[in-house]
């Protein structure tokens, strides 16, 4: 009922930036908050940043002061801006988000993903 779609991810030096976007759509009443998730080969999915309702923002220790989530309601999409990438920022990146449908019902849904790769 909500479809995430992704883009931006991509290979960068290390010290480079990249720009992660998360366009929502379908049947969106209000937006309870959107994040983004990271998996890299062999370790557990974590979550790297969110921004909820009200504006209230969460960052991972291990991005805190390098990356910043914002996001532009109008366009119900939430971006991601990574500074300073290092190499163990290496990983496939989802976005995630819970809302509140049209038909009054939630749900939380995952975007398909988009490789970030730094290289050293």
């Known amino acids: 009922q909500v479809q995430l779609v992704e883009s931006g991810g991509g290979l960068v030096q290390a010290g480079g930036s990249l720009r992660l976007s998360c366009a929502a759509s379908?049947?969106?009443?209000?937006?309870?908050?959107m994040g983004w998730y990271r998996q890299a080969p062999g370790k557990q999915r974590e979550l790297v940043a969110q921004v909820e309702s009200g504006g209230n923002t969460y960052y991972a220790d291990s991005v805190k002061g390098r990356f910043t989530i914002f996001r532009d309601n109008a366009k119900n999409t939430v971006y991601l801006q990574m500074n300073s990438l290092k190499p163990e920022d290496t990983a496939v990146y989802y976005c995630?988000?819970?809302?509140?449908?049209?038909?009054?019902?939630?749900?939380?849904?995952w975007g398909q993903g988009t490789q970030v790769t730094v290289s050293s």
């Open positions: 379908g049947r969106i009443f209000s937006i309870n908050a």
């Open positions: 995630n988000g819970a809302f509140t449908l049209t038909n009054s019902g939630r749900g939380a849904y």
